[in-house]
């Protein structure tokens, strides 16, 4: 591991070019990056690994991929293999094969469906990349012999002004952790996707606290919250594949996952990005919990999906009832008896935990957090709010910045 992890910087730092390890199960080993990179560029790329690695898979173990997006953002990717079993993928890039013009961007923003307020960003994003050009048949084939071959450690013999030569050692990273730390980890980050699988809030919790110990920062040097973003960026799609073994449908995870995304660009300090951890393995665990097959109803199950994903709008037993094609009677009555709530319980219980979340983050107001989770009114929200939690939402706010006061 620690020899992957120092060849990925060599690559990086030899093509000042972006590197991604990716393992078997598609959980990210290290990511390094620029930190201006937009984030449809992130999804668009973790959508297209699993293409690449199907295609690997069953490649020999001295190819490389060549893939060029919807983005015309070229990226190289090699096969990792332990004797002759698969075992990852590094991806290289993203890269151009030409120069960046006014109609290729134009051509980008077209494609993808973008607003023209894009041009400018793009343009500005894509000229910080390498332009690789036809050299990347060259480089891919370094990029191979890199990952498949043992690193051997290389001295540098420079010439002193005297005449004569002295012998440096070269040292691609000094990193922290030893490789017993390292298998450490990776067990908690086996459990942690274990409990998320099978639904277990509590102990996905303590596992999540373990997996999170080390410190990769390191990743993007120079701005530790573009890394930390990284990072839970990841968790965010290995908690999505974990769920979706526990039976909850594509549909409902994308909708998490696409949350979640857009949260975690949106945060802008580092204790955000740890509610937001903490949010994540919750609401991955409950969607295994009520969308499994877990002797829930068809009728049920439409309607606790569609009030996950609506709860924040204007919605009710019978708009429930009429989304999902069923009488309104019939669903109170089973909701009831396979739930223990009632809708409207329900609903209300979901409007409460979102704005427990969004008081945690503390960029809001209690009056924009009621409104923005579903209440009509401020008075209506918190009278449903202590009722709940038996706090009112301004207590519950000031006790959650006295805990954020004592961590810092």
Known sequence: MEELISKC???????????????????????????????????????MVIDIQSELEQANKDSFYYQNDTFQLSYLAVPMHEDVRYKGTVVVGPFLSERVNDQMIWNVIKHNNLESSWLKPIETYYKTLPILANSYLAIGDLIVNIVRNPHVKAQIIASKNSGGHYRLDVEPQDFDENGFEIIKRYEAEEKLLHYIEIGDKENARKAMLDHHSGDFLYRVPGNPLRARKNITFSGNTMYRIAAGRGGVEPQYLHAISEKFALRIESAVVMSELNTIDVSMVDEYCEAVNNFAIKGYSSVVKKALMYINLHFNESINLQSVADEIGFNRTYLARKFKSETNFSVIDYIQRKRIDEAKFLIKLGRLSITEIGLQVGFSSYNYFCKVFKELTGITATEYKSRNQTKNEAHA
């Open 9 to 47: 910087w060599q690559i990086n730092k030899a093509f000042q070019i972006g590197v991604e390890a990716i393992d078997d199960q598609l959980k990210t080993i290290i990511h390094i990056a620029d930190d201006n990179e937009p984030l449809m560029i992130i999804e668009a790329r973790k959508r």
